[in-house]
């Protein structure tokens, strides 16, 4: 009798051992990404500061101040506010909503495809949008606003055509994919198609675009592209859970409560709706979403949710980008080269170590 008293005292011990190692474990893993996710806003808001200020003239946080305030008083400051307020602070705004955009749409693709090296890219979304955009440039002549919503109609057309042809009752990841990139295919050769026939200007035009571009950016475009980010955000943030779930796949997360058929509807939809207004908006910056999500996942911890951290964290390789981009010797190059180049050897590490990490 006695022996079993202290047994099973020692059994409840052992439990509360546990749950205080688990109560612990839970305040380090809050702890953290708290930290993550204000660190990452104030490297934002350094990175919005630095592109508004640092170009060919640099101007101080008061110039920056001054413009911003008579900007909501409906005024002007001569000179400064066509630098900072017609040709900067529109760049820079774009510039971030895009990167957010990427950062969200890559990461919930991820998730959803169990896979955190997946890049949204590959079911042809971009291929979509990029070819949409070319044929509205070289055929039709669009340029701004125009072009931008002519490409998001593309993106969002392609989108709609690969989850038909991937159509099982639910959406068939698999399928998914494989039709995603067999449709990316035939775009890429339309586009290239479409190249070889129009003329040296519209060439031009059409590669600046397909590179990623911030050069064109204007207020029309902040409004709409505000909106679309800001309220696809907010719905893939309270579906964050959800799609958190998916990552352990069907079966699991049905167990644990997830309608997974609805969920992935849901997701695709959303994550298109962000990764083709993005698109449309600044062209196909590369690396941004297919890197954002790992970067996030790597700071906020292993099996944490980082759809939101990973917004701030492609907003945040846009902005260093597009501040490179428009220091680099000899001449400006669109901000789709340097993420290019900065994308391959982050790519690389990020494989390392979560290689040695097994997270992959």
Request: proline share 4%.
């Amino acid at each position: 009798m006695a022996d079993s008293l202290q047994n099973h005292m020692s059994q409840r011990d052992a439990e509360r051992e546990l749950g205080k190692r688990l109560r612990r474990a839970r305040r380090r893993a809050k702890s953290r990404s708290v930290f993550v996710t204000v660190l990452l806003l104030f490297a934002l808001l350094v990175l919005l500061y630095l592109d508004l200020a640092f170009g060919h003239e640099i101007y101080s946080s008061a110039d920056i101040a001054s413009v911003i305030d008579r900007m909501l008083h409906d005024e002007t400051v001569p000179g400064l506010s066509f630098a900072i307020g017609e040709l900067r602070m529109p760049r820079v705004i774009i510039g971030a909503l895009c990167g957010v955009a990427f950062g969200m749409a890559g990461a919930s693709f991820q998730h959803m495809l169990r896979n955190l090296m997946a890049s949204p890219d590959i079911i042809g979304i971009t291929a979509g949008a990029n070819t949409a955009a070319v044929f509205g440039i070289v055929i039709l002549g669009l340029s701004g606003v125009g072009l931008s919503a002519f490409a998001l109609l593309g993106g969002l057309a392609t989108a709609a055509l690969i989850i038909w042809l991937s159509w099982e009752h639910t959406p068939n990841i698999g399928k998914l994919i494989l039709m995603g990139i067999g449709l990316a295919a035939a775009l890429n050769a339309l586009t290239s198609w479409i190249l070889i026939r129009a003329d040296q200007w519209d060439m031009q035009a059409a590669q600046r675009w397909l590179t990623g571009s911030l050069s064109d950016a204007s207020w029309q475009q902040v409004g709409p592209l505000a909106v679309i980010v800001i309220v696809t955000g907010l719905l893939l943030t309270l579906l964050n859970r959800h799609i958190d779930m998916l990552r352990l796949g069907p079966s699991m997360a049905t167990g644990l409560g997830v309608r997974v058929a609805p969920t992935q509807i849901a997701v695709l939809l959303l994550a298109v709706i962000l990764l083709s207004a993005a698109t449309a908006t600044s062209g196909p910056i590369a690396f941004v979403s297919f890197l954002a999500g790992p970067i996030a996942a790597w700071l906020a911890g292993p099996n944490k949710p980082a759809i939101g951290r990973a917004g701030l964290v492609g907003a945040s390789l846009v902005l260093a980008s597009d501040i490179v981009a428009q220091h680099l010797p000899g001449a400006h190059v669109p901000v789709g080269v340097v993420t290019s180049l900065i994308g391959g050897p982050i790519l690389v590490i990020l494989m390392i170590r979560m290689a040695r990490n097994k997270e992959v």
